[in-house]
Protein backbone atom coordinates (compact mmCIF):
# COMPACT_ATOMS: atom_id res chain seq x y z
CA UNK A 1 0.00 0.00 0.00
CA UNK A 2 1.20 3.52 -0.61
CA UNK A 3 0.29 5.60 2.39
CA UNK A 4 0.53 9.90 2.08
CA UNK A 5 1.81 11.11 5.10
CA UNK A 6 1.80 14.87 6.06
CA UNK A 7 3.73 15.17 8.90
CA UNK A 8 3.54 18.47 11.46
CA UNK A 9 6.64 17.63 14.07
CA UNK A 10 5.93 21.13 15.71
CA UNK A 11 7.75 22.87 18.49
CA UNK A 12 9.72 21.57 21.78
CA UNK A 13 9.65 17.93 22.06
CA UNK A 14 7.71 17.56 18.62
CA UNK A 15 10.47 17.05 15.83
CA UNK A 16 12.47 14.07 18.60
CA UNK A 17 9.25 12.27 19.23
CA UNK A 18 7.88 12.23 15.09
CA UNK A 19 11.47 11.02 13.79
CA UNK A 20 11.23 8.10 16.28
CA UNK A 21 7.19 7.58 15.12
CA UNK A 22 8.37 7.57 11.54
CA UNK A 23 11.52 4.92 12.28
CA UNK A 24 8.75 2.69 13.76
CA UNK A 25 6.42 3.28 10.29
CA UNK A 26 9.77 2.97 7.78
CA UNK A 27 10.17 -0.36 10.09
CA UNK A 28 6.73 -1.56 9.40
CA UNK A 29 6.91 -0.20 5.38
CA UNK A 30 9.95 -2.48 4.83
CA UNK A 31 8.64 -5.33 7.15
CA UNK A 32 5.09 -5.51 5.68
CA UNK A 33 5.80 -4.28 2.27
CA UNK A 34 4.30 -0.93 2.00
CA UNK A 35 5.63 2.32 0.38
CA UNK A 36 5.37 5.86 2.49
CA UNK A 37 5.45 9.36 1.17
CA UNK A 38 6.18 11.99 3.82
CA UNK A 39 5.58 15.77 3.69
CA UNK A 40 6.63 17.34 6.51
CA UNK A 41 5.01 20.50 7.32
CA UNK A 42 5.34 23.35 9.35
CA UNK A 43 3.09 24.64 12.12
CA UNK A 44 2.81 26.31 15.78
CA UNK A 45 5.98 28.10 17.07
CA UNK A 46 7.99 26.57 13.77
CA UNK A 47 5.78 28.10 11.39
CA UNK A 48 5.37 31.52 13.12
CA UNK A 49 9.18 32.00 13.26
CA UNK A 50 9.60 30.68 9.58
CA UNK A 51 5.92 32.48 8.18
CA UNK A 52 4.96 34.90 10.67
CA UNK A 53 1.71 33.21 11.29
CA UNK A 54 1.03 30.00 12.98
CA UNK A 55 -0.39 28.08 10.07
CA UNK A 56 -0.64 29.24 6.25
CA UNK A 57 -3.11 28.34 3.49
CA UNK A 58 -0.65 26.45 1.95
CA UNK A 59 0.24 24.08 5.17
CA UNK A 60 -3.43 23.33 4.66
CA UNK A 61 -3.49 22.80 1.20
CA UNK A 62 -0.56 20.24 1.71
CA UNK A 63 -2.46 18.37 5.06
CA UNK A 64 -5.97 18.15 2.84
CA UNK A 65 -3.90 16.65 -0.15
CA UNK A 66 -2.36 13.61 2.35
CA UNK A 67 -4.29 10.18 3.19
CA UNK A 68 -3.41 11.68 7.26
CA UNK A 69 -1.71 14.00 9.17
CA UNK A 70 0.89 12.79 11.68
CA UNK A 71 1.50 15.17 14.26
CA UNK A 72 4.22 15.91 17.43
CA UNK A 73 2.95 18.82 19.40
CA UNK A 74 2.78 22.34 19.14
CA UNK A 75 3.74 25.39 21.33
CA UNK A 76 6.48 26.60 23.91
CA UNK A 77 6.50 27.87 27.05
CA UNK A 78 3.88 30.01 27.70
CA UNK A 79 5.70 32.26 29.84
CA UNK A 80 8.90 33.23 28.41
CA UNK A 81 8.43 32.69 24.58
CA UNK A 82 8.58 35.35 22.20
CA UNK A 83 5.43 33.20 20.50
CA UNK A 84 3.04 34.31 23.22
CA UNK A 85 3.30 38.33 22.78
CA UNK A 86 1.83 38.27 20.05
CA UNK A 87 -2.19 38.58 19.73
CA UNK A 88 -4.00 35.43 20.37
CA UNK A 89 -5.03 34.81 17.09
CA UNK A 90 -1.61 35.01 15.78
CA UNK A 91 0.13 32.12 18.58
CA UNK A 92 1.00 28.66 18.22
CA UNK A 93 -2.20 27.05 19.33
CA UNK A 94 -4.60 29.44 17.21
CA UNK A 95 -2.91 27.04 14.30
CA UNK A 96 -4.04 24.23 15.96
CA UNK A 97 -7.65 25.24 16.11
CA UNK A 98 -7.81 26.30 12.48
CA UNK A 99 -6.04 23.08 11.36
CA UNK A 100 -8.80 20.89 13.26
CA UNK A 101 -11.71 23.37 11.69
CA UNK A 102 -10.49 23.55 8.26
CA UNK A 103 -9.71 19.58 8.31
CA UNK A 104 -14.08 19.14 9.31
CA UNK A 105 -12.15 16.77 12.44
CA UNK A 106 -15.88 16.55 14.25
CA UNK A 107 -14.68 13.04 15.91
CA UNK A 108 -12.22 12.79 19.16
CA UNK A 109 -10.86 9.29 19.94
CA UNK A 110 -8.46 9.24 22.84
CA UNK A 111 -7.87 5.86 23.77
CA UNK A 112 -6.41 5.34 28.26
CA UNK A 113 -4.99 1.91 28.37
CA UNK A 114 -3.31 0.85 31.99
CA UNK A 115 -0.65 -1.34 31.07
CA UNK A 116 0.28 -3.88 33.69
CA UNK A 117 4.06 -2.76 33.92
CA UNK A 118 3.10 0.82 34.56
CA UNK A 119 0.17 0.15 37.11
CA UNK A 120 2.14 1.47 39.85
CA UNK A 121 1.73 5.12 38.31
CA UNK A 122 -2.09 4.33 38.26
CA UNK A 123 -3.29 6.86 41.08
CA UNK A 124 -6.23 4.13 42.22
CA UNK A 125 -6.14 1.85 44.37
CA UNK A 126 -4.35 -1.39 43.74
CA UNK A 127 -6.91 -3.94 43.55
CA UNK A 128 -8.58 -2.01 40.88
CA UNK A 129 -5.29 -0.94 38.90
CA UNK A 130 -4.53 -4.36 39.72
CA UNK A 131 -7.23 -5.98 36.43
CA UNK A 132 -5.61 -2.95 34.40
CA UNK A 133 -8.00 -1.41 31.76
CA UNK A 134 -7.88 -0.36 28.06
CA UNK A 135 -10.67 2.22 26.75
CA UNK A 136 -11.31 4.86 24.21
CA UNK A 137 -13.29 7.72 24.82
CA UNK A 138 -14.87 9.00 21.62
CA UNK A 139 -16.00 12.71 22.16
CA UNK A 140 -17.93 14.95 20.00
CA UNK A 141 -15.34 17.45 19.14
CA UNK A 142 -17.38 20.52 16.30
CA UNK A 143 -21.02 20.79 18.16
CA UNK A 144 -22.28 21.28 21.56
CA UNK A 145 -21.93 23.92 24.45
CA UNK A 146 -18.70 25.13 23.04
CA UNK A 147 -20.15 26.34 19.90
CA UNK A 148 -23.40 26.98 20.64
CA UNK A 149 -24.62 31.15 20.70
CA UNK A 150 -23.34 32.67 23.77
CA UNK A 151 -23.46 36.54 25.28
CA UNK A 152 -23.44 38.12 28.30
CA UNK A 153 -25.92 40.71 29.38
CA UNK A 154 -26.79 43.09 32.18
CA UNK A 155 -30.61 43.10 33.22
CA UNK A 156 -31.29 45.68 35.94
CA UNK A 157 -27.65 45.98 37.27
CA UNK A 158 -27.40 42.43 37.44
CA UNK A 159 -24.72 40.51 34.75
CA UNK A 160 -26.34 37.66 33.53
CA UNK A 161 -24.27 34.66 31.15
CA UNK A 162 -26.12 32.95 29.03
CA UNK A 163 -23.81 29.43 26.67
CA UNK A 164 -26.07 27.01 24.84
CA UNK A 165 -25.89 23.47 24.28
CA UNK A 166 -27.65 22.31 21.15
CA UNK A 167 -26.96 19.32 18.56
CA UNK A 168 -28.89 18.19 15.82
CA UNK A 169 -29.64 14.88 14.75
CA UNK A 170 -27.14 14.52 11.98
CA UNK A 171 -24.38 15.74 13.59
CA UNK A 172 -25.15 12.87 16.53
CA UNK A 173 -25.22 10.62 13.76
CA UNK A 174 -22.21 11.17 12.29
CA UNK A 175 -20.24 10.60 15.67
CA UNK A 176 -22.18 7.39 16.80
CA UNK A 177 -21.28 5.59 13.43
CA UNK A 178 -17.90 6.51 14.25
CA UNK A 179 -18.00 5.24 17.91
CA UNK A 180 -19.56 1.78 16.35
CA UNK A 181 -17.02 1.30 14.04
CA UNK A 182 -14.32 1.85 16.41
CA UNK A 183 -16.01 -0.62 18.57
CA UNK A 184 -16.53 -2.89 16.10
CA UNK A 185 -12.61 -2.76 15.86
CA UNK A 186 -12.38 -3.48 19.30
CA UNK A 187 -14.04 -5.17 21.83
CA UNK A 188 -17.66 -4.42 20.48
CA UNK A 189 -19.09 -2.68 23.62
CA UNK A 190 -20.35 1.18 22.89
CA UNK A 191 -21.41 2.96 26.51
CA UNK A 192 -22.99 6.51 25.07
CA UNK A 193 -23.13 8.93 27.85
CA UNK A 194 -25.46 11.72 28.35
CA UNK A 195 -27.54 13.13 31.25
CA UNK A 196 -30.86 12.41 29.50
CA UNK A 197 -32.63 13.22 33.16
CA UNK A 198 -32.42 16.60 32.64
CA UNK A 199 -31.33 17.69 28.77
CA UNK A 200 -33.11 17.47 25.91
CA UNK A 201 -29.92 17.44 23.47
CA UNK A 202 -29.09 14.32 25.63
CA UNK A 203 -32.56 12.94 25.19
CA UNK A 204 -32.12 13.50 21.32
CA UNK A 205 -28.83 11.96 21.81
CA UNK A 206 -29.52 8.74 23.11
CA UNK A 207 -32.47 8.06 20.42
CA UNK A 208 -30.47 8.70 17.88
CA UNK A 209 -27.25 6.88 19.31
CA UNK A 210 -30.22 3.98 19.87
CA UNK A 211 -30.80 4.43 16.01
CA UNK A 212 -27.63 4.14 14.85
CA UNK A 213 -27.35 0.77 17.01
CA UNK A 214 -29.81 -1.03 15.00
CA UNK A 215 -27.05 -0.89 12.26
CA UNK A 216 -24.25 -2.47 14.69
CA UNK A 217 -26.25 -5.87 16.46
CA UNK A 218 -22.91 -6.92 16.76
CA UNK A 219 -21.91 -4.13 19.12
CA UNK A 220 -23.40 -3.60 22.62
CA UNK A 221 -24.74 -0.73 23.68
CA UNK A 222 -25.65 1.08 27.25
CA UNK A 223 -26.39 4.50 28.26
CA UNK A 224 -24.88 6.08 31.40
CA UNK A 225 -25.66 9.21 33.40
CA UNK A 226 -22.21 11.35 33.00
CA UNK A 227 -22.14 11.81 36.78
CA UNK A 228 -22.29 7.82 36.99
CA UNK A 229 -19.47 7.77 34.50
CA UNK A 230 -17.63 10.02 36.22
CA UNK A 231 -17.57 7.79 39.06
CA UNK A 232 -17.22 4.60 36.98
CA UNK A 233 -14.26 5.49 35.73
CA UNK A 234 -12.56 5.39 39.20
CA UNK A 235 -13.93 2.85 40.62
CA UNK A 236 -14.33 -0.04 38.13
CA UNK A 237 -12.43 1.67 34.56
CA UNK A 238 -11.82 -1.79 33.41
CA UNK A 239 -15.78 -1.69 32.44
CA UNK A 240 -15.67 -0.16 29.49
CA UNK A 241 -14.16 -0.25 26.07
CA UNK A 242 -15.87 3.08 23.98
CA UNK A 243 -17.52 5.53 25.92
CA UNK A 244 -19.35 7.73 23.37
CA UNK A 245 -20.49 11.17 24.39
CA UNK A 246 -20.90 14.77 22.99
CA UNK A 247 -18.28 17.89 23.47
CA UNK A 248 -18.13 19.24 27.22
CA UNK A 249 -18.55 15.46 28.67
CA UNK A 250 -16.09 13.99 26.42
CA UNK A 251 -13.83 16.62 27.50
CA UNK A 252 -14.11 16.06 31.32
CA UNK A 253 -14.00 12.03 30.89
CA UNK A 254 -11.36 12.06 28.28
CA UNK A 255 -8.97 14.07 31.05
CA UNK A 256 -10.22 11.99 34.10
CA UNK A 257 -9.68 8.73 32.29
CA UNK A 258 -5.66 10.34 30.68
CA UNK A 259 -5.38 11.28 34.89
CA UNK A 260 -5.85 7.39 35.83
CA UNK A 261 -3.55 5.85 33.86
CA UNK A 262 -0.86 8.30 35.28
CA UNK A 263 1.54 8.28 32.36
CA UNK A 264 1.41 11.33 30.20
CA UNK A 265 3.70 10.08 27.75
CA UNK A 266 1.95 7.07 26.82
CA UNK A 267 -1.43 8.49 25.51
CA UNK A 268 -2.46 9.02 21.69
CA UNK A 269 -5.15 10.63 19.71
CA UNK A 270 -6.84 10.88 17.01
CA UNK A 271 -9.05 13.20 15.24
CA UNK A 272 -11.12 11.98 11.96
CA UNK A 273 -13.50 13.57 9.54
CA UNK A 274 -16.46 11.69 7.90
CA UNK A 275 -14.05 9.84 5.86
CA UNK A 276 -11.03 7.92 6.10
CA UNK A 277 -8.72 10.91 6.80
CA UNK A 278 -7.33 11.36 10.87
CA UNK A 279 -5.04 13.98 12.38
CA UNK A 280 -3.07 11.93 14.79
CA UNK A 281 -0.90 13.42 17.45
CA UNK A 282 0.16 12.51 21.45
CA UNK A 283 -1.88 14.03 23.99
CA UNK A 284 0.31 15.77 25.97
CA UNK A 285 2.20 18.73 24.58
CA UNK A 286 5.29 19.74 23.24
CA UNK A 287 7.20 19.91 26.64
CA UNK A 288 9.21 22.66 26.38
CA UNK A 289 11.31 21.64 29.65
CA UNK A 290 12.92 18.73 28.54
CA UNK A 291 12.96 19.06 24.52
CA UNK A 292 16.39 18.70 22.67
CA UNK A 293 17.46 16.96 25.45
CA UNK A 294 16.68 13.39 24.29
CA UNK A 295 14.40 12.51 27.61
CA UNK A 296 11.23 12.84 25.88
CA UNK A 297 8.79 9.26 25.69
CA UNK A 298 7.72 8.86 22.02
CA UNK A 299 5.82 6.33 22.65
CA UNK A 300 2.36 7.96 22.90
CA UNK A 301 3.18 9.53 19.39
CA UNK A 302 4.50 6.12 17.99
CA UNK A 303 0.60 4.39 19.16
CA UNK A 304 -0.78 7.61 17.53
CA UNK A 305 0.92 6.49 14.57
CA UNK A 306 -0.30 3.13 15.25
CA UNK A 307 -4.19 4.73 15.64
CA UNK A 308 -3.60 6.17 12.17
CA UNK A 309 -2.94 2.62 10.25
CA UNK A 310 -5.65 1.46 12.13
CA UNK A 311 -8.21 4.16 11.39
CA UNK A 312 -7.21 6.10 8.21
CA UNK A 313 -5.49 2.65 6.36
CA UNK A 314 -7.41 -0.33 7.89
CA UNK A 315 -3.92 -1.70 8.23
CA UNK A 316 -4.83 -3.74 11.40
CA UNK A 317 -2.46 -5.94 11.72
CA UNK A 318 0.62 -3.21 11.83
CA UNK A 319 -1.32 -1.58 14.04
CA UNK A 320 -1.63 -4.55 16.33
CA UNK A 321 2.05 -5.25 15.55
CA UNK A 322 3.25 -1.86 16.99
CA UNK A 323 0.89 -1.92 20.18
CA UNK A 324 2.43 -5.37 21.03
CA UNK A 325 5.86 -4.12 20.12
CA UNK A 326 5.13 -1.23 23.12
CA UNK A 327 3.89 -4.12 25.36
CA UNK A 328 6.79 -6.42 25.16
CA UNK A 329 9.51 -3.29 25.63
CA UNK A 330 7.66 -2.09 28.47
CA UNK A 331 7.68 -6.10 29.92
CA UNK A 332 11.53 -6.04 28.97
CA UNK A 333 11.91 -2.94 31.46
CA UNK A 334 12.62 -0.23 28.74
CA UNK A 335 11.73 2.96 30.53
CA UNK A 336 12.39 6.97 29.43
CA UNK A 337 12.61 8.88 32.53
CA UNK A 338 8.68 10.09 32.76
CA UNK A 339 7.76 5.93 33.30
CA UNK A 340 10.93 5.16 35.37
CA UNK A 341 9.37 3.56 38.57
CA UNK A 342 11.66 5.12 41.83
CA UNK A 343 13.97 2.65 42.15
CA UNK A 344 13.82 1.39 39.29
CA UNK A 345 16.85 -0.39 38.29
CA UNK A 346 17.02 -2.17 41.57
CA UNK A 347 13.54 -3.47 40.23
CA UNK A 348 14.96 -4.80 36.84
CA UNK A 349 14.36 -1.52 34.81
CA UNK A 350 16.63 0.22 32.09
CA UNK A 351 16.51 3.57 31.61
CA UNK A 352 16.44 4.67 27.94
CA UNK A 353 16.20 8.04 26.25
CA UNK A 354 13.97 9.43 23.40
CA UNK A 355 15.98 8.02 20.34
CA UNK A 356 17.13 4.49 22.23
CA UNK A 357 13.55 3.92 23.16
CA UNK A 358 12.31 4.18 19.28
CA UNK A 359 15.67 1.68 17.98
CA UNK A 360 14.08 -0.45 20.58
CA UNK A 361 10.32 -0.51 19.01
CA UNK A 362 11.91 -0.90 15.75
CA UNK A 363 14.27 -3.85 16.84
CA UNK A 364 11.03 -5.52 18.00
CA UNK A 365 8.77 -5.07 14.48
CA UNK A 366 9.94 -7.75 12.46
P1 LIG B 1 3.03 19.30 28.47
O1 LIG B 1 2.14 18.14 28.22
O2 LIG B 1 3.87 19.76 27.34
O3 LIG B 1 4.01 18.96 29.69
C1 LIG B 1 3.54 18.66 31.01
C2 LIG B 1 4.63 17.86 31.75
O4 LIG B 1 4.69 16.55 31.21
C3 LIG B 1 6.03 18.45 31.58
O5 LIG B 1 6.76 18.25 32.77
C4 LIG B 1 6.65 17.63 30.47
O6 LIG B 1 8.06 17.53 30.54
C5 LIG B 1 5.99 16.27 30.68
N1 LIG B 1 5.80 15.55 29.40
C6 LIG B 1 4.87 15.81 28.45
N2 LIG B 1 5.01 14.97 27.42
C7 LIG B 1 6.06 14.17 27.72
C8 LIG B 1 6.70 13.09 27.04
N3 LIG B 1 6.31 12.66 25.83
N4 LIG B 1 7.75 12.50 27.64
C9 LIG B 1 8.16 12.89 28.86
N5 LIG B 1 7.59 13.88 29.54
C10 LIG B 1 6.56 14.53 28.99
O7 LIG B 1 2.11 20.48 29.01
P2 LIG B 1 2.46 22.01 29.29
O8 LIG B 1 3.83 22.13 29.90
O9 LIG B 1 1.30 22.54 30.00
O10 LIG B 1 2.47 22.70 27.85
C11 LIG B 1 3.65 22.96 27.10
C12 LIG B 1 3.26 23.52 25.76
O11 LIG B 1 2.52 22.53 25.02
C13 LIG B 1 2.33 24.76 25.85
O12 LIG B 1 2.72 25.67 24.87
C14 LIG B 1 0.96 24.19 25.54
O13 LIG B 1 0.09 25.16 24.99
C15 LIG B 1 1.32 23.12 24.51
N6 LIG B 1 0.31 22.07 24.34
C16 LIG B 1 0.10 21.64 23.07
C17 LIG B 1 -0.80 20.62 22.84
C18 LIG B 1 -1.01 20.16 21.42
O14 LIG B 1 -0.20 20.44 20.56
N7 LIG B 1 -2.08 19.44 21.13
C19 LIG B 1 -1.47 20.01 23.91
C20 LIG B 1 -1.19 20.44 25.21
C21 LIG B 1 -0.29 21.47 25.42
Excluded at 17 to 28: G, P, T, Y
Excluded at 298 to 309: D, H, V
Amino acid sequence: MRLNIACIPGDGIGPEIVAEAKKILNQLASVYGHEIVYKDLLMGGASIDVHGVPLTDETIADAKAADAVLMGSIGGNTTTSPWYQLPPDRRPEAGLLKIRKELGLFANLRPAVLYQELADACPLKKEISDSGFDMLIMRELTGGLYFGERRTVEENGVRKAIDTLTYDENEIRRIAVKGFEVAQKRRGKVTSVDKANVLDSSRLWRNVVEEVAKDYPDVALEHMLVDNCAMQLVKDPAQFDVILTENMFGDILSDEASMVTGSIGMLASASLNDSKFGLYEPSHGSAPDIAGKNLANPIATILSAAMMLRYSFDLDREADAVEQAVKVILNKGYRTSDIMPKGGDAAGCTLVGCREMGDLLADEIR
